[in-house]
């Protein structure tokens, strides 16, 4: 599996990505297209995809940070992050209990500028647990949730297929599946044997309809800070679905 999402450089731009100010992103001095404007609030803008209300179990796969967990949190009463990397668990498990996190956003070059990551007004921290744990290998007694979120997960995993099949057992009947993906397979991740041979979405269908209904499907765009002049723009494909009985 990666090491990447272990270095300083990744934790540096999720704590940005997930917690950073529309201005710590985009500093008012300069002028951004409002697209770029538009792709903010991602971990916000997926969590909100689920139908309204107040449910009892969440679980959040490949949380990193932990953002859309705490997001998660507003309306479930218990939910658990998820992330394979020890780095993000332990920054969102620092969140979680209160800490303030410091971290440097890179400029250019070595120019850098301290920020800091809190966790966001609102959030019962008693309703979340954090856990360092492979979406593809999960625990045999983990359980079943009322909602199940995983944003962007799917296209870093080796084996995709394997939490595609864990994921009825996942859902409980009637409950809901918060599927994103930017469709960026990549060998680096996946090897190029496991990835959809006829297209994301006709995968997705063919390996969830016999268990979920397809409630919507939409795109959501996301914006990663790298260095003031360069940023990672992408949209990523949203499907959400319902377990059927
Ligand atoms: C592209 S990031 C997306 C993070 C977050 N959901 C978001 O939308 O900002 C992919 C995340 O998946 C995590 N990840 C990769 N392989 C994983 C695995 N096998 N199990 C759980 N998490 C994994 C990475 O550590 C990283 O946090």
Not at 37 to 54: E, H, I, K, M
Not at 182 to 198: G, R
Request: hydrophobic residues 40%; negative net charge; glycine residues 6%.
């Amino acid at each position: 599996m990666s090491a990447l999402y272990e270095s300083d450089k990744l934790l540096a731009e999720y704590l940005l990505f997930h917690f950073g100010t529309p201005d710590e992103i985009l500093p008012p001095d300069r002028a951004w297209p409002a697209a770029m404007r538009d792709a903010l609030g991602f971990p916000q803008r997926t969590v909100a995809r689920f139908s309204p209300g107040t449910v009892a179990r969440g679980l959040d796969l490949g949380c990193a940070v932990g953002r859309s967990t705490f997001e998660m949190a507003r309306t479930c009463e218990h939910v658990t992050g998820l992330d394979f990397s020890h780095a993000f668990i332990r920054a969102a498990e620092a969140l979680r209990q209160g800490d303030t996190l410091t971290y440097d956003r890179l400029e250019e070059a070595t120019l850098r500028t301290r920020l800091s990551a809190r966790r966001p007004e609102g959030i019962d921290a008693a309703r979340l647990r954090l856990v360092q744990g492979d979406a593809m290998h999960l625990p045999g007694e983990f359980g079943a949730f009322d909602r199940v979120h995983a944003a962007n997960l799917l296209c870093r995993l080796p084996e995709p297929q394997r939490l595609l099949i864990r994921l009825p057992e996942l859902v409980k009947p009637g409950g809901e599946l918060v599927l994103a993906t930017p469709c960026t397979w990549l060998t680096e991740f996946t090897p190029l044997e496991n990835w959809p041979s006829a297209g994301t979405f006709e995968w997705l269908k063919a390996s969830l309809e016999a268990d979920f209904s397809l409630i919507r499907q939409t795109e959501e765009p996301f914006l990663i800070r790298e260095t003031a002049r360069k940023f990672q723009w992408s949209s990523s494909l949203v499907t959400v679905w319902r377990r059927t009985d």
